[in-house]
């Protein structure tokens, strides 16, 4: 498997990481990206993951992951003892938002946190026109059986940042298959940001990245 071959979110993701970094994803997967990352970055990397075929896979890539559930906290961690903490597609599943990124950030220098945009174009069109919850590419579940909890848009999440003194050092908007250019609370299905509890400053536009 090569960088290429993994999906958008993971490439930003892994292109984001410095090699030789310490890196601690809440949430891995099947560790796809933790792979990459060991195998062509020499990053020293360790998984958090709760369903057990995904271990399995983790465990069969010679990866480091442990079965715990992340909402109790990371308190069997040191202090910035890792320089990434990856919380990616899954922030948007738990009840203690606030709690766990404080978490992440004080085991992590930085933090990358990745998640669906509710306030897509074509979720806001099935709302409205069809007055059905919402269900696009990057939320393909029905109201019924969707493990999000939470339902957060771009313009949300920057307000958080705000509101908690974060500092946003990166910001990626996701197309289907590139990055969104230009409106991303409309037009992208996912977000990425690079995150840091450093400096306390309002996001700056000039650290958000994009393509047309």
Not at 18 to 43: I, Q, S
Not at 150 to 162: A, K, P, T, Y
Not at 172 to 189: E, M
Request: hydrophobic letters at 40%.
């Amino acid at each position: 498997m090569t960088s290429n071959a993994l999906r958008l979110d993971y490439r930003i993701i892994y292109e984001a990481v410095e090699p030789g970094a310490r890196v601690l994803d809440l949430g891995c997967g099947n560790g796809d990206l933790l792979y990459l990352l060991a195998r062509d970055k020499n990053a020293k990397v360790q998984g958090i993951e709760l369903d057990d075929a995904a271990i399995y896979e983790c465990v069969k890539k010679g990866l480091s992951v442990f079965n715990s559930d992340i909402k109790s906290g990371l308190i069997e961690y040191p202090d910035q003892s890792f320089d990434y903490v990856i919380l990616n597609q899954s922030m948007q599943e738990v009840t203690n938002i606030d709690f766990i990124i404080q978490e992440a950030l004080r085991v992590g220098r930085k933090v990358i946190v990745g998640f669906p945009n509710f306030a897509h174009l074509s979720a806001r069109f099935m709302l409205f026109f069809r007055g059905q919850a919402p269900m696009t590419k990057a939320l393909p579940y029905r109201w019924y059986d969707t493990p999000n909890v939470r339902c957060l848009s771009i313009d949300d999440f920057r307000n958080f940042c705000v509101e908690k003194k974060l500092r946003i050092l990166e910001a990626y908007y996701l197309g289907s298959k590139k990055l969104v250019g230009f409106w991303p609370n409309l037009l992208a299905l996912n977000a990425i940001f690079v995150l840091t509890g450093e400096g306390g400053s309002a996001p700056r536009k000039d650290a958000d990245h994009h393509e047309s």
